[in-house]
Protein backbone atom coordinates (compact mmCIF):
# COMPACT_ATOMS: atom_id res chain seq x y z
CA UNK A 1 0.00 0.00 0.00
CA UNK A 2 0.88 3.81 -0.55
CA UNK A 3 1.13 5.93 2.25
CA UNK A 4 -1.91 7.69 2.60
CA UNK A 5 -2.40 11.25 2.82
CA UNK A 6 -2.83 11.90 6.14
CA UNK A 7 0.52 9.79 6.44
CA UNK A 8 2.16 12.44 4.11
CA UNK A 9 0.87 15.20 5.78
CA UNK A 10 1.41 14.57 9.25
CA UNK A 11 5.36 13.95 7.89
CA UNK A 12 5.09 17.33 6.47
CA UNK A 13 3.20 18.77 9.74
CA UNK A 14 6.08 17.67 11.69
CA UNK A 15 8.45 19.24 9.22
CA UNK A 16 6.46 22.73 9.20
CA UNK A 17 6.56 23.10 13.51
CA UNK A 18 9.84 22.20 13.26
CA UNK A 19 10.95 24.77 10.95
CA UNK A 20 8.51 27.54 12.60
CA UNK A 21 10.09 26.83 15.90
CA UNK A 22 13.76 27.56 14.82
CA UNK A 23 12.10 30.65 12.03
CA UNK A 24 12.57 34.43 13.89
CA UNK A 25 9.77 35.31 15.74
CA UNK A 26 8.98 37.86 12.93
CA UNK A 27 7.45 35.09 10.23
CA UNK A 28 6.40 33.30 13.12
CA UNK A 29 3.76 36.35 13.46
CA UNK A 30 3.25 36.87 9.72
CA UNK A 31 1.74 33.06 9.65
CA UNK A 32 -2.44 32.89 9.07
CA UNK A 33 -4.06 32.12 12.35
CA UNK A 34 -5.17 28.32 12.04
CA UNK A 35 -6.40 26.46 14.78
CA UNK A 36 -4.85 23.96 16.40
CA UNK A 37 -7.28 20.88 14.77
CA UNK A 38 -5.83 21.84 11.53
CA UNK A 39 -1.99 22.73 12.69
CA UNK A 40 -2.20 19.63 14.53
CA UNK A 41 -3.55 17.26 11.46
CA UNK A 42 -1.32 19.19 9.24
CA UNK A 43 -4.24 20.41 6.77
CA UNK A 44 -3.86 23.22 4.17
CA UNK A 45 -5.93 25.96 4.85
CA UNK A 46 -7.64 27.29 1.83
CA UNK A 47 -6.05 29.80 -0.43
CA UNK A 48 -9.05 32.39 -0.80
CA UNK A 49 -7.24 34.90 -3.14
CA UNK A 50 -6.61 31.41 -5.74
CA UNK A 51 -9.96 30.30 -4.32
CA UNK A 52 -11.71 34.01 -5.76
CA UNK A 53 -8.98 33.53 -9.07
CA UNK A 54 -9.74 30.48 -10.00
CA UNK A 55 -14.09 31.63 -9.66
CA UNK A 56 -12.78 34.83 -11.86
CA UNK A 57 -11.12 32.79 -14.40
CA UNK A 58 -13.77 30.70 -14.84
CA UNK A 59 -16.13 33.95 -15.97
CA UNK A 60 -13.23 35.01 -18.02
CA UNK A 61 -13.60 31.64 -19.67
CA UNK A 62 -17.27 31.97 -20.15
CA UNK A 63 -19.03 31.35 -17.42
CA UNK A 64 -21.83 33.97 -16.26
CA UNK A 65 -21.08 33.24 -12.89
CA UNK A 66 -19.42 31.06 -10.55
CA UNK A 67 -19.03 29.66 -6.63
CA UNK A 68 -17.24 27.62 -4.08
CA UNK A 69 -18.60 26.78 -0.93
CA UNK A 70 -15.08 24.86 1.25
CA UNK A 71 -15.93 23.40 4.50
CA UNK A 72 -13.12 22.35 6.98
CA UNK A 73 -12.27 21.91 10.95
CA UNK A 74 -11.90 25.84 11.12
CA UNK A 75 -15.84 26.46 9.58
CA UNK A 76 -17.28 27.41 6.42
CA UNK A 77 -15.73 29.79 3.33
CA UNK A 78 -18.09 31.37 0.57
CA UNK A 79 -16.87 32.50 -2.65
CA UNK A 80 -19.15 33.57 -5.62
CA UNK A 81 -18.49 35.91 -8.71
CA UNK A 82 -20.90 37.00 -11.49
CA UNK A 83 -24.51 35.96 -11.70
CA UNK A 84 -27.00 33.49 -11.06
CA UNK A 85 -29.36 34.87 -14.08
CA UNK A 86 -28.13 36.93 -17.19
CA UNK A 87 -31.66 38.41 -17.61
CA UNK A 88 -32.09 39.66 -13.91
CA UNK A 89 -28.40 40.58 -13.20
CA UNK A 90 -28.76 38.81 -10.13
CA UNK A 91 -25.45 38.14 -8.50
CA UNK A 92 -24.44 34.49 -7.95
CA UNK A 93 -25.72 33.23 -4.46
CA UNK A 94 -23.65 30.39 -3.09
CA UNK A 95 -27.10 29.26 -1.70
CA UNK A 96 -28.22 28.57 -5.10
CA UNK A 97 -29.30 24.88 -5.92
CA UNK A 98 -27.90 23.98 -9.30
CA UNK A 99 -27.88 20.67 -11.38
CA UNK A 100 -25.56 18.28 -10.24
CA UNK A 101 -25.09 16.47 -13.54
CA UNK A 102 -22.95 13.32 -12.98
CA UNK A 103 -22.23 13.45 -9.20
CA UNK A 104 -25.50 12.25 -8.83
CA UNK A 105 -23.59 8.82 -9.93
CA UNK A 106 -22.11 8.80 -6.32
CA UNK A 107 -25.28 8.85 -4.72
CA UNK A 108 -26.84 6.22 -7.10
CA UNK A 109 -23.61 4.17 -5.87
CA UNK A 110 -24.25 5.09 -1.95
CA UNK A 111 -27.35 3.56 -2.65
CA UNK A 112 -26.49 0.35 -4.43
CA UNK A 113 -23.43 -0.12 -2.24
CA UNK A 114 -25.81 -0.41 0.67
CA UNK A 115 -27.89 -2.59 -1.09
CA UNK A 116 -24.55 -5.41 -1.29
CA UNK A 117 -24.21 -4.47 2.01
CA UNK A 118 -27.71 -5.91 2.45
CA UNK A 119 -26.86 -9.01 0.83
CA UNK A 120 -29.70 -7.93 -1.96
CA UNK A 121 -27.15 -7.50 -4.97
CA UNK A 122 -23.34 -8.51 -5.34
CA UNK A 123 -20.74 -6.20 -6.78
CA UNK A 124 -19.43 -9.44 -9.08
CA UNK A 125 -22.68 -11.15 -10.50
CA UNK A 126 -23.45 -11.12 -13.69
CA UNK A 127 -26.10 -7.76 -14.61
CA UNK A 128 -28.05 -10.35 -16.01
CA UNK A 129 -28.74 -12.55 -13.11
CA UNK A 130 -30.73 -9.74 -11.67
CA UNK A 131 -32.08 -8.24 -15.37
CA UNK A 132 -32.06 -11.28 -17.28
CA UNK A 133 -31.63 -10.73 -20.95
CA UNK A 134 -30.80 -6.61 -20.57
CA UNK A 135 -27.13 -6.70 -21.55
CA UNK A 136 -25.98 -8.50 -25.02
CA UNK A 137 -23.09 -10.28 -22.57
CA UNK A 138 -23.57 -12.39 -19.28
CA UNK A 139 -19.86 -11.18 -18.56
CA UNK A 140 -20.82 -7.36 -17.41
CA UNK A 141 -20.83 -7.62 -13.72
CA UNK A 142 -21.81 -4.97 -11.62
CA UNK A 143 -19.14 -3.64 -10.34
CA UNK A 144 -17.67 -3.33 -14.19
CA UNK A 145 -20.79 -0.40 -14.43
CA UNK A 146 -19.26 1.17 -11.43
CA UNK A 147 -15.85 1.31 -12.26
CA UNK A 148 -16.85 2.22 -16.31
CA UNK A 149 -15.59 -0.98 -17.32
CA UNK A 150 -18.32 -2.95 -18.79
CA UNK A 151 -17.94 -1.58 -22.40
CA UNK A 152 -21.28 -0.41 -22.86
CA UNK A 153 -20.81 2.64 -25.46
CA UNK A 154 -22.37 6.43 -23.77
CA UNK A 155 -25.17 6.99 -26.20
CA UNK A 156 -24.89 10.35 -25.19
CA UNK A 157 -21.92 11.26 -26.97
CA UNK A 158 -24.15 11.16 -30.18
CA UNK A 159 -27.15 12.93 -29.14
CA UNK A 160 -25.47 15.70 -27.84
CA UNK A 161 -22.80 15.56 -30.52
CA UNK A 162 -23.83 19.56 -31.89
CA UNK A 163 -24.62 21.20 -28.53
CA UNK A 164 -27.84 23.20 -28.59
CA UNK A 165 -29.96 21.43 -31.05
CA UNK A 166 -29.07 17.92 -29.21
CA UNK A 167 -29.97 19.17 -26.32
CA UNK A 168 -33.45 20.87 -27.59
CA UNK A 169 -33.87 17.82 -29.03
CA UNK A 170 -33.95 16.08 -25.77
CA UNK A 171 -34.98 18.94 -23.51
CA UNK A 172 -38.65 17.79 -22.93
CA UNK A 173 -38.69 14.07 -23.85
CA UNK A 174 -38.92 11.30 -21.27
CA UNK A 175 -36.78 8.43 -21.67
CA UNK A 176 -37.43 5.24 -19.74
CA UNK A 177 -34.49 3.31 -18.60
CA UNK A 178 -34.72 0.57 -21.28
CA UNK A 179 -34.78 2.95 -23.88
CA UNK A 180 -31.72 4.46 -22.95
CA UNK A 181 -29.89 1.11 -22.89
CA UNK A 182 -31.10 0.47 -26.45
CA UNK A 183 -29.41 3.65 -27.98
CA UNK A 184 -25.99 2.57 -26.44
CA UNK A 185 -26.97 -1.52 -27.59
CA UNK A 186 -27.48 0.36 -30.85
CA UNK A 187 -23.89 1.09 -30.82
CA UNK A 188 -20.25 -1.15 -30.78
CA UNK A 189 -19.20 -1.79 -27.33
CA UNK A 190 -16.08 -0.24 -26.82
CA UNK A 191 -14.64 -2.77 -24.97
CA UNK A 192 -14.30 -6.30 -23.66
CA UNK A 193 -16.23 -6.57 -19.91
CA UNK A 194 -13.74 -5.78 -17.19
CA UNK A 195 -10.62 -5.27 -19.82
CA UNK A 196 -10.41 -1.17 -19.93
CA UNK A 197 -11.93 2.37 -18.31
CA UNK A 198 -14.16 3.77 -20.65
CA UNK A 199 -16.88 6.44 -19.29
CA UNK A 200 -20.18 5.95 -20.19
CA UNK A 201 -23.60 7.28 -18.73
CA UNK A 202 -25.36 3.70 -19.70
CA UNK A 203 -23.09 2.26 -16.84
CA UNK A 204 -25.18 4.48 -14.30
CA UNK A 205 -28.65 3.91 -16.13
CA UNK A 206 -28.20 0.31 -15.48
CA UNK A 207 -27.37 0.92 -11.76
CA UNK A 208 -30.21 2.75 -11.69
CA UNK A 209 -32.43 0.06 -12.83
CA UNK A 210 -30.89 -2.49 -10.63
CA UNK A 211 -31.29 -0.26 -7.65
CA UNK A 212 -35.50 -0.24 -8.77
CA UNK A 213 -35.48 -4.55 -9.04
CA UNK A 214 -33.69 -4.46 -5.90
CA UNK A 215 -36.01 -2.35 -3.69
CA UNK A 216 -39.05 -2.51 -6.06
CA UNK A 217 -39.17 1.60 -5.22
CA UNK A 218 -37.89 4.19 -7.64
CA UNK A 219 -35.14 5.50 -7.41
CA UNK A 220 -36.03 8.90 -6.09
CA UNK A 221 -37.67 7.30 -2.81
CA UNK A 222 -34.03 5.40 -2.41
CA UNK A 223 -31.97 8.06 -2.84
CA UNK A 224 -34.38 10.15 -0.35
CA UNK A 225 -35.07 7.09 2.55
CA UNK A 226 -31.20 6.00 1.99
CA UNK A 227 -29.58 9.85 2.00
CA UNK A 228 -31.45 13.10 1.93
CA UNK A 229 -33.62 12.51 4.66
CA UNK A 230 -30.53 11.11 6.63
CA UNK A 231 -28.14 13.24 5.88
CA UNK A 232 -30.92 16.18 6.20
CA UNK A 233 -30.07 17.59 2.52
CA UNK A 234 -32.99 20.34 2.26
CA UNK A 235 -32.02 21.58 -1.04
CA UNK A 236 -31.28 18.12 -2.46
CA UNK A 237 -33.83 16.43 -4.82
CA UNK A 238 -33.84 13.81 -7.63
CA UNK A 239 -35.94 15.39 -10.49
CA UNK A 240 -37.67 13.84 -13.07
CA UNK A 241 -39.20 13.81 -15.20
CA UNK A 242 -41.11 17.50 -14.04
CA UNK A 243 -38.29 20.30 -15.51
CA UNK A 244 -38.25 23.16 -13.04
CA UNK A 245 -35.46 23.61 -10.43
CA UNK A 246 -37.39 24.84 -7.19
CA UNK A 247 -36.73 27.37 -4.84
CA UNK A 248 -33.44 29.84 -5.45
CA UNK A 249 -31.05 28.57 -7.74
CA UNK A 250 -28.80 29.52 -10.76
CA UNK A 251 -29.99 29.01 -13.83
CA UNK A 252 -27.86 27.81 -16.42
CA UNK A 253 -27.01 28.71 -20.00
CA UNK A 254 -25.30 26.68 -22.82
CA UNK A 255 -23.15 28.86 -25.51
CA UNK A 256 -24.80 29.01 -28.39
CA UNK A 257 -23.11 27.02 -31.31
CA UNK A 258 -22.81 29.88 -34.26
CA UNK A 259 -20.61 33.03 -32.27
CA UNK A 260 -22.30 35.95 -31.78
CA UNK A 261 -25.80 34.80 -31.17
CA UNK A 262 -27.13 34.98 -27.20
CA UNK A 263 -26.88 32.11 -24.44
CA UNK A 264 -29.15 30.09 -24.38
CA UNK A 265 -31.43 29.16 -21.15
CA UNK A 266 -31.06 25.54 -20.47
CA UNK A 267 -32.47 25.39 -16.63
CA UNK A 268 -35.53 23.84 -17.73
CA UNK A 269 -35.28 19.89 -18.78
CA UNK A 270 -36.68 16.75 -17.61
CA UNK A 271 -33.12 15.49 -17.35
CA UNK A 272 -34.64 12.20 -18.82
CA UNK A 273 -31.51 11.50 -21.07
CA UNK A 274 -29.24 11.01 -17.57
CA UNK A 275 -31.42 9.56 -15.23
CA UNK A 276 -29.71 8.27 -12.35
CA UNK A 277 -26.38 9.10 -14.39
CA UNK A 278 -27.19 12.71 -14.17
CA UNK A 279 -30.45 14.05 -12.67
CA UNK A 280 -30.26 15.26 -9.03
CA UNK A 281 -30.30 18.98 -7.81
CA UNK A 282 -28.46 20.37 -5.04
CA UNK A 283 -26.71 23.29 -3.37
CA UNK A 284 -23.26 23.52 -2.13
CA UNK A 285 -23.88 23.30 1.73
CA UNK A 286 -25.61 20.27 0.51
CA UNK A 287 -22.88 18.90 -1.29
CA UNK A 288 -20.36 19.46 1.51
CA UNK A 289 -22.57 17.74 3.78
CA UNK A 290 -22.80 14.71 1.50
CA UNK A 291 -19.42 14.39 0.43
CA UNK A 292 -17.58 14.27 4.22
CA UNK A 293 -20.58 12.00 5.72
CA UNK A 294 -19.91 9.49 2.89
CA UNK A 295 -15.55 10.14 3.50
CA UNK A 296 -16.27 9.62 7.42
CA UNK A 297 -18.07 6.43 6.86
CA UNK A 298 -21.32 7.96 7.59
CA UNK A 299 -23.21 6.13 4.61
CA UNK A 300 -21.08 3.16 4.28
CA UNK A 301 -20.12 0.52 6.05
CA UNK A 302 -15.87 0.18 6.04
CA UNK A 303 -15.82 -2.53 3.81
CA UNK A 304 -18.62 -1.15 1.61
CA UNK A 305 -16.58 2.12 1.68
CA UNK A 306 -12.83 0.33 1.19
CA UNK A 307 -14.41 -0.63 -2.20
CA UNK A 308 -15.70 2.40 -3.11
CA UNK A 309 -12.57 4.09 -3.22
CA UNK A 310 -10.56 1.19 -4.37
CA UNK A 311 -9.35 3.04 -7.49
CA UNK A 312 -7.87 2.72 -11.01
CA UNK A 313 -6.17 5.19 -13.18
CA UNK A 314 -8.77 6.64 -15.74
CA UNK A 315 -5.27 8.25 -17.93
CA UNK A 316 -1.75 8.21 -17.78
CA UNK A 317 -1.13 11.32 -15.47
CA UNK A 318 -1.60 9.16 -12.71
CA UNK A 319 -3.12 11.88 -11.23
CA UNK A 320 -6.86 10.94 -11.98
CA UNK A 321 -8.73 7.66 -10.71
CA UNK A 322 -11.70 6.50 -10.49
CA UNK A 323 -13.31 3.67 -7.94
CA UNK A 324 -17.11 2.68 -7.96
CA UNK A 325 -18.88 6.10 -9.12
CA UNK A 326 -16.33 8.27 -7.37
CA UNK A 327 -13.27 9.97 -8.36
CA UNK A 328 -10.09 9.93 -6.73
CA UNK A 329 -7.62 13.11 -7.90
CA UNK A 330 -4.26 13.95 -6.69
CA UNK A 331 -3.41 17.40 -5.94
CA UNK A 332 0.07 18.61 -6.91
CA UNK A 333 0.44 19.42 -2.76
CA UNK A 334 0.53 15.43 -2.49
CA UNK A 335 -3.52 15.60 -1.06
CA UNK A 336 -6.04 13.42 -2.40
CA UNK A 337 -9.41 14.36 -3.07
CA UNK A 338 -12.53 11.95 -3.47
CA UNK A 339 -15.87 12.96 -5.21
CA UNK A 340 -17.51 13.62 -8.54
CA UNK A 341 -17.46 16.21 -11.80
CA UNK A 342 -20.73 16.92 -13.02
CA UNK A 343 -21.96 18.16 -16.61
CA UNK A 344 -25.41 18.96 -17.34
CA UNK A 345 -26.58 21.55 -20.24
CA UNK A 346 -25.91 24.45 -18.12
CA UNK A 347 -23.38 23.79 -15.29
CA UNK A 348 -20.38 22.12 -14.29
CA UNK A 349 -19.52 20.78 -11.25
CA UNK A 350 -17.41 19.36 -8.72
CA UNK A 351 -17.75 17.97 -5.29
CA UNK A 352 -14.99 16.48 -3.54
CA UNK A 353 -13.78 15.89 0.05
CA UNK A 354 -10.49 14.83 1.34
CA UNK A 355 -10.57 11.07 2.67
CA UNK A 356 -11.15 11.90 5.69
CA UNK A 357 -14.11 13.76 5.33
CA UNK A 358 -12.87 16.83 7.48
CA UNK A 359 -11.81 19.21 4.61
CA UNK A 360 -14.73 19.61 1.48
CA UNK A 361 -15.50 21.63 -1.50
CA UNK A 362 -18.39 22.27 -3.84
CA UNK A 363 -17.81 24.42 -6.86
CA UNK A 364 -20.10 24.94 -9.96
CA UNK A 365 -20.02 27.35 -13.12
CA UNK A 366 -23.39 28.03 -14.53
CA UNK A 367 -22.42 27.38 -18.19
CA UNK A 368 -21.38 23.85 -19.46
CA UNK A 369 -19.84 24.07 -22.83
CA UNK A 370 -16.91 26.23 -22.27
CA UNK A 371 -14.23 23.75 -21.67
CA UNK A 372 -11.77 26.27 -20.38
CA UNK A 373 -14.71 27.26 -17.93
CA UNK A 374 -14.51 24.06 -16.48
CA UNK A 375 -10.88 23.67 -16.64
CA UNK A 376 -10.77 26.92 -14.52
CA UNK A 377 -13.25 25.69 -12.00
CA UNK A 378 -11.27 22.89 -11.33
CA UNK A 379 -8.36 25.25 -9.93
CA UNK A 380 -10.85 25.59 -6.82
CA UNK A 381 -9.75 22.56 -5.89
CA UNK A 382 -5.68 23.56 -5.58
CA UNK A 383 -7.07 26.39 -3.93
CA UNK A 384 -9.21 24.69 -1.22
CA UNK A 385 -7.18 21.69 -0.57
CA UNK A 386 -3.57 22.57 -1.25
CA UNK A 387 -3.80 25.90 0.45
CA UNK A 388 -1.00 28.76 -0.35
CA UNK A 389 1.02 25.76 -1.48
CA UNK A 390 -1.87 25.90 -4.71
CA UNK A 391 -0.78 29.79 -6.18
CA UNK A 392 2.26 28.41 -7.08
CA UNK A 393 0.79 24.67 -8.76
CA UNK A 394 -1.80 26.88 -10.63
CA UNK A 395 1.19 29.15 -12.17
CA UNK A 396 2.56 25.21 -13.71
CA UNK A 397 0.10 24.57 -16.81
CA UNK A 398 0.41 20.81 -17.03
CA UNK A 399 -0.59 20.57 -12.91
CA UNK A 400 -3.53 23.22 -13.47
CA UNK A 401 -4.95 21.65 -15.78
CA UNK A 402 -4.56 17.83 -14.35
CA UNK A 403 -7.61 18.51 -12.60
CA UNK A 404 -10.04 19.47 -15.44
CA UNK A 405 -12.06 15.53 -16.70
CA UNK A 406 -11.01 14.54 -19.76
CA UNK A 407 -14.19 12.98 -20.75
CA UNK A 408 -15.70 16.52 -20.58
CA UNK A 409 -12.30 18.06 -22.24
CA UNK A 410 -11.80 15.82 -24.95
CA UNK A 411 -15.73 16.43 -26.89
CA UNK A 412 -15.35 19.85 -26.29
CA UNK A 413 -12.47 20.51 -28.38
CA UNK A 414 -13.41 18.11 -31.23
CA UNK A 415 -16.71 20.46 -31.27
CA UNK A 416 -14.66 23.20 -31.98
C1 LIG B 1 -23.65 15.73 -21.59
C2 LIG B 1 -23.27 16.69 -22.68
C3 LIG B 1 -22.51 15.48 -20.67
C4 LIG B 1 -23.26 18.09 -22.24
C5 LIG B 1 -22.69 14.25 -19.83
N1 LIG B 1 -22.91 14.48 -18.53
O1 LIG B 1 -22.61 13.13 -20.27
C6 LIG B 1 -22.85 13.49 -17.50
C7 LIG B 1 -21.68 13.93 -16.66
C8 LIG B 1 -24.15 13.40 -16.76
O2 LIG B 1 -21.81 14.81 -15.84
N2 LIG B 1 -20.46 13.44 -17.02
C9 LIG B 1 -19.22 14.08 -16.88
C10 LIG B 1 -23.11 19.07 -23.36
C11 LIG B 1 -18.19 13.41 -17.74
C12 LIG B 1 -18.58 14.24 -15.53
O3 LIG B 1 -18.33 13.31 -14.77
O4 LIG B 1 -18.22 15.39 -15.30
N3 LIG B 1 -21.98 18.79 -24.21
C13 LIG B 1 -22.83 20.39 -22.68
C14 LIG B 1 -22.07 18.87 -25.54
C15 LIG B 1 -20.77 18.62 -26.29
O5 LIG B 1 -23.10 19.11 -26.09
N4 LIG B 1 -20.85 19.06 -27.66
O6 LIG B 1 -21.66 20.80 -22.71
O7 LIG B 1 -23.72 20.94 -22.11
Not at 10 to 18: G, N, Y
Not at 210 to 239: C, H, M, Q, W
Not at 384 to 403: D, E, H, I, L, Q
Amino acid sequence: MLPSSNQRLALSATLLTLVAALAPATAAQAAPAVSPEVARAGLATPDLKALEQALLNTTAAGAPGAMARFSGPDGVVTKAVGVRDTGAGAAMDPKARFRIGSVSKTFSSVVLLQLVAEKKISLDASVNSYLPGLLPDDRITVRHLMTHRSGLADYTNAMFAQTVPGFEAVRNKVFGYQDLVKLSLAEPRTTEPGVAYKYSNTNFVVVGMLIEKATGNKVAKEYDRRIFKPLKLKNTSYVHPATAVKGLHARGYLHPDEAGAPLVDSTEQTVSWAQSAGAVISSPADLNTFTSALLRGKLLSPEMLDAMTTVTPTDTTNTRFYGLGLRRYDLSCGTSVYGHTGTVQGYYTYAFSTRDGRQSLAAMANTSNRGQANTALGGTLEAAFCGTKAAKAMKSPARGASVAPAEVDLPERHAR
